[in-house]
């Protein structure tokens, strides 16, 4: 059974930086893809970023792309979300998501999902 934990999440002032961390188990997850996405409060979820397991080629949505970061550690089976120079519209809960084969930014290509951490910017 494939496990996803996120953590990392908190309170932070516009400007600052927090990084995420998605715990992957159950599996080897070496053709899957990674992503994280967020929700929110009224909003559907949205997709941030992507990363496949293998070769690491990551994919960003505009809204975060030069400021997010995604990257992963094998040994670990770790995948990562830096957020640099938040913005209060990043206020969000953020998921990790994992999926068979090749990465997509739809949530429904997505099998497996965290129970999310909230990411919360002051202005």
């Known amino acids: 059974q494939v496990q996803l934990v996120e953590s990392g999440g908190g309170l932070v002032q516009a400007g600052g930086s927090l990084r995420l961390s998605c715990a992957a188990s159950g599996r080897t997850f070496d053709m899957y893809a990674m992503g994280w996405f967020r929700q929110a409060p009224g909003k559907e979820r949205e997709f941030v970023a992507t990363i496949t397991w293998t070769s690491g080629v990551a994919y960003y949505a505009d809204s975060v792309k030069g400021r997010f970061t995604i990257s992963r550690d094998n040994a670990k089976n770790t995948v990562y979300l830096q957020m640099n120079s938040l913005k209060p519209e990043d206020t969000a809960v953020y998921y990790c998501?994992?999926?068979?084969?090749?990465?997509?930014?739809?949530?429904?290509?997505?099998?497996?999902w965290g129970q999310g951490t909230q990411v919360t910017v002051s202005s």
């Open positions: 998501a994992a999926k068979r084969g090749t990465f997509r930014v739809g949530a429904r290509e997505y099998d497996y």
